[in-house]
C-alpha cells in the first residue's frame, strides 16, 4: 500500500533532550516536507526536500534539522526542544518535480515538550 | 511571495444546505491552488486541485472550486451538505517560481447540524 509512515504517533519529551521524528515513503516520490500545525495557524512548512541530499528552508526552520540521505527517508531532528515546538507534524511527499502533483500525508505526530 | 486567506475560520450549515469555504490567495507568478481536508485525528486529504486548465475544477465528495483571477480567488462549494463533510478544511497555493515551497491557509472548520 502506498504511504507515509511517521514515527512516532505521539511523544512527550523534556526541554533540550534531543529527538528524532522519522519520515518515511514507499512511492518513490522525489520531493518531501515538514509542517507544524498550531490552532489558528493552519500547517506552516518546516523544510522541504526536492531530491536525494538537496534540502531547503520553509517558513518555520528555526530550531529544526533535516537530512535527506536516501530517496524514502527525510528525518526531522530537534536538537534542543523548547516548549514552543509543542506542535502537531506532518511529513508529505509528492512525485516530479512540478507544482501540480498532490501531496500524500502521513497521520501525524503529536509533539509535546514540557 | 505567495500567500492565502481563507475568510472564514468557522462555517456551519444544516445538513443539505449549500457549503460555501472562501479562500483568495495573492501570487506574483502563476498559481497551483490546492484544497485538501482533514477530519478529526486523520491527515490531509486532496479535495480537487487548479493547475490552469479548466478555471471551474471539480473534485471528490461532490465539491468543486471556482478560480478566479480576478478577484484572486478559488472558493470551495457544495450543493448538499453531509454529515460527514464535518471537517477542517486548506486552501493551499503553490507557484511556479519556487514550487517546493507552500503556503496553507489558517483553515476552516465546517460544522454539520441535523
Known amino acids: 500500500e502506498a504511504q507515509v509512515t511517521q514515527n512516532p504517533r505521539y511523544l512527550i519529551t523534556v526541554t533540550g533532550k534531543k529527538l528524532t521524528v522519522t519520515c518515511s515513503q514507499n512511492?518513490?516520490?522525489?520531493?518531501m516536507s515538514w509542517y507544524r500545525q498550531d490552532p489558528g495557524l493552519g500547517l506552516r512548512q518546516i523544510y522541504y526536500?526536492?531530491?536525494?541530499?538537496?534540502?531547503d528552508k520553509g517558513d518555520v526552520p528555526e530550531g529544526y534539522k533535516v537530512s535527506r540521505k536516501e530517496k524514502r527517508n527525510f528525518p526531522l531532528i530537534l536538537e534542543s526542544p523548547s516548549p514552543n515546538q509543542t506542535s502537531l507534524y506532518f511529513c508529505?511527499?509528492?512525485?516530479?518535480?512540478?507544482?501540480?502533483?498532490?501531496?500524500?500525508f502521513g497521520s501525524g505526530t503529536q509533539l509535546s515538550v514540557l | 511571495a505567495q500567500s492565502v486567506t481563507q475568510l472564514d475560520s468557522h462555517v456551519s450549515v444544516s445538513e443539505g444546505t449549500p457549503v460555501l469555504l472562501r479562500c483568495n490567495y495573492s501570487?506574483?507568478?502563476?498559481?497551483?491552488l490546492f484544497w485538501y481536508v482533514q477530519h478529526p485525528n486523520k491527515g490531509l486529504q486532496l479535495l480537487l486541485k487548479?493547475?490552469?486548465?479548466?478555471?471551474l475544477v471539480k473534485g471528490i465528495n461532490g465539491f468543486e472550486a471556482e478560480f478566479k483571477k480576478s478577484e484572486t480567488s478559488f472558493h470551495l462549494t457544495k450543493p448538499s451538505a453531509h454529515m460527514s463533510d464535518a471537517a477542517e478544511y486548506f486552501c493551499?497555493?503553490?507557484?511556479?517560481?519556487?514550487?517546493?515551497?507552500?503556503?496553507f491557509g489558517a483553515g476552516t472548520q465546517v460544522v454539520v447540524t441535523p
Open positions: 508529505a511527499s509528492s512525485p516530479a518535480p512540478t507544482p501540480n502533483e498532490k501531496l500524500f
Open positions: 512511492m518513490n516520490h522525489e520531493y
Open positions: 526536500s526536492m531530491n536525494v541530499e538537496v534540502t
Open positions: 501570487s506574483s507568478y502563476s498559481p497551483s
Open positions: 487548479y493547475t490552469s486548465a479548466a478555471t
Open positions: 493551499v497555493v503553490r507557484t511556479t517560481d519556487s514550487w517546493g515551497k507552500l503556503q
